[in-house]
């Protein structure tokens, strides 16, 4: 079982949806959790962090659950902007060390 | 400009070749991280340091790679003897002290690596 497994997508969505990715990791002791989102041949950049059990940031909510060890985030009221590879993030064995997903890829229609 | 800066954005060089690649970090960020990502992949994790220090480097560091970072400022990646599979895009990312317990990276805008 690989360290953070995400669903590769794509998804397409219409505009004004509201869409949800999921994401397993695979170490039990990880506290942290992070979604990251990365534009086409752009850097990935810090969406939201989870530290408990979620974390809400306007139409973002992340939730954590750490008794089946997936953390997800939802998207509500889409918007095209919102067009983007959503990467999740874990650490690994030591604090210092994240381990990426593979990205979920997420295109919304007008 | 304070965020992560990457040099150069973009290499094309021939198979064969040693290239080096420059990351500086947000200022006073003492933890500095080296990715690297193909396309339709996450950033899988090279080495990082804390300060001038390499604390960790993974199994897909192959001995043909080096990374250094002598004053605990800037960092160097260095791949010798390039090969086709080398080609992608190599990330860096750095960490502040405050912010260690919570792993918060912040991402460079990566160097883009073409070995033909």
């Known amino acids: 079982r690989k360290e953070v497994e995400q669903d590769p997508g794509p998804f397409n969505v219409p505009e004004g949806a509201t869409v949800a990715f999921n994401c397993t990791y695979s170490n039990s002791a990880s506290q942290s959790f992070f979604w990251y989102r990365q534009d086409c041949r752009k850097e990935p950049k810090l969406l939201m962090s989870v530290y408990s059990s979620g974390n809400e940031d306007g139409r973002f909510t992340a939730q954590l659950n750490r008794a089946s060890q997936y953390i997800s985030l939802l998207i509500r009221d889409s918007k095209l902007s919102d067009s983007a590879t959503y990467l999740c993030a874990a650490p690994y064995s030591s604090a210092s060390k994240i381990i990426f997903g593979s990205g979920t890829r997420l295109s919304i229609r007008p | 400009d304070t965020g992560v800066s990457q040099d150069p954005r973009h290499k094309i060089t021939k198979r064969g070749q040693n290239v080096t690649f420059r990351c500086d970090p947000i200022s006073e960020h003492n933890r500095l991280y080296w990715y690297r990502q193909t396309l339709g992949q996450g950033p899988e994790f090279l080495t990082y340091f804390q300060n001038e220090a390499q604390l960790e480097k993974s199994r897909l560091l192959s001995d043909r790679f080096s990374a250094e970072r002598p004053k605990g400022s800037f960092s160097t990646l260095e791949i010798q003897r390039t090969e086709q599979g080398d080609s992608a895009m190599y990330l860096c990312?750095?960490?502040?002290?405050?912010?260690?317990?919570?792993?918060?990276?912040?991402f460079g805008a990566g160097t883009r690596l073409s070995v033909l």
């Open positions: 990312a750095s960490s502040p002290q405050s912010q260690l317990a919570k792993n918060i990276q912040y």
